[in-house]
């Protein structure tokens, strides 16, 4: 089946910056991306950025311009998200989740990796 | 970016009630809306894609519509495992935004 596993929770201090994994499996890795997804304890989703697969293609939203990066291994069926000079607004949860871009949906998410940033 | 709206954002009910949450695009999204079911300590899971597709797995008593800029999900028969948080969120164009959620409580 389509699966997801995500690594696990990380503290982080501010100014450092966090690299989250999504291992994928149960389907063509190539044949999707990922979009990335956080949230804030107590908060609702908030769409981060995703990523193409095939080409690498990248697009991020405004608010993580210049400090987020995502990429994907095709050898190791994994994808990753680097947030950089973290701050205590940064605390949430990361989700991972399959899509086809604009036009689609996504399905499934991963399990999730909390982020802490805290002095 | 497209702005979405939904409401409520909380409601309480009953096992067996009707009811229906609404979400509102900031402008014209076509059908492309996605609805996700969120239980507390778990990610979200699609409940509906494309405003009105159900999801493979997911009961029949839920449901969708709309097109343009207004949409709802309608649970026909609420069960004790629907009370979750339910988000909307637009496909149409990126930044792939979501609605604030509408949280269901048990009455």
């Known amino acids: 089946q389509v699966q997801l596993v995500q690594s696990g929770a990380e503290v982080k201090k501010p100014g450092a910056s966090v690299k989250v994994s999504c291992k994928a499996s149960g389907y063509t890795f190539t044949s999707y991306g990922f979009s990335w997804v956080r949230q804030a304890p107590g908060q609702g989703l908030e769409w981060m950025g995703r990523i193409t697969v095939y080409n690498g293609n990248t697009h991020y939203g405004q608010k993580f311009q210049g400090r987020v990066t995502m990429t994907t291994d095709t050898s190791t069926r994994t994808a990753y998200m680097e947030l950089r000079s973290l701050r205590s607004d940064d605390t949430a949860m990361y989700y991972c989740a399959r899509d086809r871009g604009n036009y689609n949906w996504f399905d499934p998410w991963g399990q999730g990796t909390l982020v802490t940033v805290s002095s | 970016d497209i702005q979405m709206t939904q409401s409520p954002s909380s409601l309480s009910a009953s096992v067996g009630d009707r009811l229906t949450i609404t979400c509102r695009a900031s402008?014209?999204?076509?059908?492309?809306l996605n609805w996700y079911q969120q239980k507390p300590g778990k990610a979200p899971e699609l409940l509906i894609y494309?405003?009105?597709t159900l999801q493979s797995g997911v009961p029949s008593r839920f449901s969708g519509s709309g097109s343009g800029t207004d949409f709802t999900l309608t649970i026909s028969s609420l069960q004790p495992e629907d009370f979750a948080t339910y988000y909307c969120q637009q496909s149409h164009s990126t930044p792939h935004t979501f609605g604030q959620g509408t949280r269901l409580e048990i009455k």
């Open positions: 494309t405003a009105s």
């Open positions: 402008q014209s999204i076509y059908s492309y």
